[in-house]
């Protein structure tokens, strides 16, 4: 039986949440536990899974506890969560290892040369921190979500006046010198600099670049609103300012959805004058012809290649025709491959954002008419994104499903079990999805949507198509994860846009028999 | 009577053989209460040094109010528990102010009135050692230590020694007595040396050994030594300012 419990006022950090669920499952007799701040978003969700919160009066700021077990175990249960969340069981009694400061001005007296704060808090406190980082000459890479864009634009303001640069909010992937910040895969150093608006995207051009052999040593990322007219680009323009100046540095990359007209006007001026090769990729924008100094591309995967030829002094344009052959040759495989299958539409289910509007975007180029939570135009917004229609992409990265509870890279247990409810819906063809390996994702997050896969309950299932999105060196190991999702029936592909036209094509020769 | 004979010692303990009380026996610390009322303890991890205390490779199962006889002839002193004045290099200062934030806690928050008065800490808090008495003596022992004489206030120590024994738990009351009396604990020494020294790994280390000490008690030490720090520098009370003390 499920039941739920609410303790008002109880603050617990998502990661805390997740493992807690995760030791209650463990407990024999535990059909399901789910622990989250009662957000209208995770209220919704837990209603969605038959948790009876309907008549619950519960804030955001309060914690909601749901577990599925018979009625004799649930006080044990319940105590037991109260306990693992005071005391997590997972936390070893840490004596001799090294403190880790707490404040600011504490971590700046152990490291005093320190130029970059990495800001992850709740959005409503982020902003105060942020400034107090730029008063301290630091620059600012803002994970956090949920700040007021007029509190962006003061801190980017303040930044500029400082000549310091602000990466975010809502940027969960930079990479200086190397090093990844956030959500990063472990690739090699190299001469591209790259700045970018979008997330995954940063890191879906980092890969295939690292496939293509060629390395990057800034990615620095804007945060998805910079582009926008309202903050005028100032990080954007901050950020390719940065890397003109960088003499290791032989082309930049600029990464992102289509700007604002007049913000893209002024990256594409400053990228033409860089003195650089520079290469341009407006996610979304129709494909233009080239510019003295600058490349304009429309994906990923040819932001990549394009970058990889100009770093290697070959022709762009021979490397795109091979791209385009290529993709041709995955739309004709994908028409096949789909003739045999039962069901009529494409479901995404994403954990990447940028990753999820590129796929969306090819599959509306061959199918029409895309829904989803973030869609590519509003009119196609789903009403409910627990209940997709038709042709449907779902980005469970969105603030819908990560406030209060963790985002999907890190724990893929939420799109996992919409994965089986999707898989099994008759009328479901593919089911496409994106695999982010890298530092901040899960330990091993092809586990659990195998085990999803192997759960359904379906006769000729749906087709199952994946991108992973990562390394060899990553710490989740790409020829790892690849296994496992080919051993259980799972069509892989190179690029998030190889498995979105296959997985599209297969819908696509569907409905034309 | 069972007798034990450690390898080494702290300077403070001064009688070879000596006949004691068992108080309480932990994995790694056996806690006696000597003949002079002292707590003294036998320690199997020489990072536990502390003041009248002996390291010993092991001890037997003991019972408390058992009695067992100390032998300590011609076993070497291992540790000076003495306060030896030093100038804190002021680097640190953000990192020792930030551990008044931890009386923010749920536990400590108790203690946050009384922080421009420690001695109304006295016995204050859960636990056999109240973090109050944690808070008193980390503070005491900054004052004892940074080189700042004229921030000692004799009578405000006075007073909590006045207090001790009726205020507090024995075990904890002995704690604050070693402090104010100057005697310090080898974590905290050497907390003490990484702050008059500039090197970043030194302290993290020497702070992290005192964090994760205890339930509390490392975190309301490190606060006390905070204030106790800030004291001696400034003579005024640290003040909140915005949710954070500065």
Redesign the interface.
Same mark, same amino acid.
């Given at each position: 039986m499920k039941r739920v419990e609410v303790f008002r006022g109880e603050y617990y950090d998502s990661v805390t949440l997740m493992l807690v669920a995760k030791e209650l499952k463990k407990i024999e007799g535990v059909a399901d536990a789910t622990l989250n701040m009662a957000t209208q978003a995770n209220l919704h969700i837990m209603a969605y899974a038959s948790f009876p919160v309907d008549s619950i009066a519960a804030s955001p700021d309060d914690l909601i506890i749901g577990i599925d077990c018979s009625d004799d175990l649930w006080p044990s249960v319940l105590e037991k969560a109260k306990t693992y969340l005071v005391s997590p069981p997972w936390k070893s009694? @840490? +004596?001799?290892? @090294?403190?880790? $400061?707490?404040? /600011? @001005?504490?971590?700046?007296? +152990? /490291? $005093?040369e320190a130029n970059l704060a990495l800001i992850s808090l709740p959005g409503r406190y982020a902003a105060a921190q942020a400034s107090r980082a730029l008063e301290r000459g630091l620059n600012v890479m803002l994970y956090s979500d949920n700040v007021s864009l007029e509190e962006e634009i003061r801190l980017k303001t303040l930044a500029k006046e400082k000549g310091l640069l602000v990466m975010g909010p809502d940027c969960g992937t930079a990479v200086i010198s190397g090093k990844g910040l956030g959500f990063s895969n472990v690739c090699p150093i190299g001469p591209v600099g790259i700045v970018s608006a979008s997330g995954t995207g940063l890191q879906e051009v980092m890969v295939q670049l690292n496939r293509l052999g060629v390395g990057v040593k800034h990615g620095l990322g804007t945060g998805g609103r910079d582009v926008k007219s309202s903050v005028g680009g100032i990080s954007s323009l901050a950020a390719i300012d940065a890397l003109k100046d960088d003499s290791e540095i032989s082309v930049i990359v600029a990464i992102g959805k289509p700007p604002s007209p007049e913000v893209r006007q002024k990256i594409t001026d400053s990228l033409k004058s860089s003195g650089k090769h520079a290469v341009a990729c407006f996610m979304g924008e129709s494909a233009r012809s080239d510019e003295p100094g600058l490349r304009y591309t429309t994906g990923l995967e040819e932001c990549a290649v394009v970058t990889a030829s100009l770093v290697r002094g070959e022709d762009p344009q021979l490397a795109r025709e091979r791209l385009w052959n290529d993709y041709r040759e995955v739309e004709t495989r994908g028409r096949r491959e789909g003739a045999g299958i039962s069901g009529r539409f494409l479901r995404g289910l994403f954990s990447g954002g940028t990753l999820c509007y590129e796929a969306a975007q090819v599959a509306g180029e061959l199918l029409g008419e895309v829904y989803g939570n973030a869609p590519l135009r509003e009119e196609l917004k789903l009403p409910d994104s627990l209940d997709p229609i038709e042709n449907s992409f779902i980005d469970y990265g969105e603030d819908e499903f990560t406030q209060g509870r963790l985002h999907p890279m890190i724990d893929p247990s939420f799109r996992a079990s919409q994965l089986k409810i999707q898989a099994e819906d008759p009328s479901v063809a593919v089911v496409l999805l994106d695999i982010v390996l890298g530092y901040g994702s899960a330990a091993n997050p092809s586990e659990e949507i195998v085990k999803a896969i192997n759960s359904i309950d379906r006769k000729n299932g749906p087709l199952f198509v994946a991108y992973v999105c990562g390394t060899e060196g990553d710490p989740q190991v790409y020829g790892r994860q690849i296994d496992l999702l080919r051993k259980a029936g799972v069509y892989l592909f190179e690029s998030n846009r190889r498995a979105a036209i296959f997985a599209a094509a297969a819908v696509a020769g569907k409905e034309k028999r | 009577m069972i007798s034990l004979y450690p390898s080494g010692k702290s300077s403070d303990w001064k009688k070879d053989r000596k006949v004691f009380t068992v108080h309480s026996a932990y994995s790694s610390v056996l806690n006696l209460a000597g003949e002079d009322g002292r707590r003294y303890s036998l320690i199997t991890d020489g990072h536990d040094f502390q003041p009248r205390s002996a390291l010993i490779e092991a001890f037997p199962d003991l019972k408390a109010s058992e009695s067992v006889s100390v032998i300590l002839e011609d076993v070497g002193i291992s540790y000076d528990p003495t306060i030896v004045r030093e100038k804190v290099n002021p680097l640190w200062r953000g990192l020792w102010l930030e551990w008044l934030d931890f009386l923010e806690e749920d536990m400590l928050c108790c203690l946050l009135p009384f922080v421009a008065d420690p001695g109304q800490m006295l016995g204050l808090g859960p636990g056999s050692t109240p973090a109050g008495d944690d808070f008193i003596a980390g503070f005491a022992t900054a004052l004892g230590w940074s080189e700042s004489e004229a921030s000692w206030n004799s009578g405000e120590f006075t007073a909590i020694l006045e207090r001790v024994d009726s205020c507090t738990t024995w075990f904890s009351g002995e704690m604050v007595k070693d402090a104010v009396d100057g005697m310090i604990w080898l974590r905290g020494q050497q907390l003490c040396k990484a702050l008059a020294g500039g090197s970043s790994s030194e302290a993290l280390t020497a702070v992290g050994q005192i964090y994760g000490s205890g339930h509390l008690s490392g975190r309301a030490w490190l606060a006390g030594f905070s204030a106790g720090l800030e004291r001696s520098l400034s003579h005024s009370v640290p003040k909140r300012n915005g949710g954070q003390f500065s």
């Open positions: 009694r @840490e +004596v001799s290892t @090294e403190y880790n $400061p707490k404040s /600011l @001005e504490g971590a700046l007296s +152990v /490291l $005093p | -």
